[in-house]
């Protein structure tokens, strides 16, 4: 299986906005019915934070709801990750992964500090 290409992460101040990307090849991370958005904070356990269907339903964890948007270009074949209103506590590396048992891409990191 192809890893998938994370991008996009920065040093953003508190209320900042970052868009992420997920870039993969065609047959990968797509061929799996779900691709979600995942975030690791130091210290922390790895968390889900979006999910998006193939038919391009979402689902977010409750800390990002009204903040965070996923989304899906299927022509790119890349998922992305509106993130606004950005807080302190989202500190994290932030990783993709087609299903719940796909590869890890390396992860790019999100800094919010003022």
């Known amino acids: 299986q192809v890893q998938p290409v994370e991008s996009g992460g920065g040093l953003v101040q508190p209320g900042g906005s970052l868009r992420l990307s997920c870039a993969a090849s065609?047959?990968?991370?797509?061929?799996?019915?779900?691709v979600g958005w995942h975030r690791q904070a130091p210290g922390k356990q790895r968390e889900l934070v979006a999910l998006?269907?193939?038919?391009?339903?979402?689902e977010y964890v409750d800390s990002v709801k009204g903040r965070f948007t996923i989304s899906r270009d299927n022509a790119k074949t890349t998922v992305y990750l509106q993130m606004n209103n950005l807080k302190p506590d989202d500190t994290a590396v932030y990783y993709c992964?087609?299903?719940?048992?796909?590869?890890w891409g390396q992860g790019t990191q999100v800094t919010v500090s003022s």
């Open positions: 998006i269907s193939n038919m391009g339903s979402t």
């Open positions: 065609a047959g990968s991370i797509f061929s799996f019915p779900v």
């Open positions: 992964r087609g299903g719940f048992n796909g590869p």
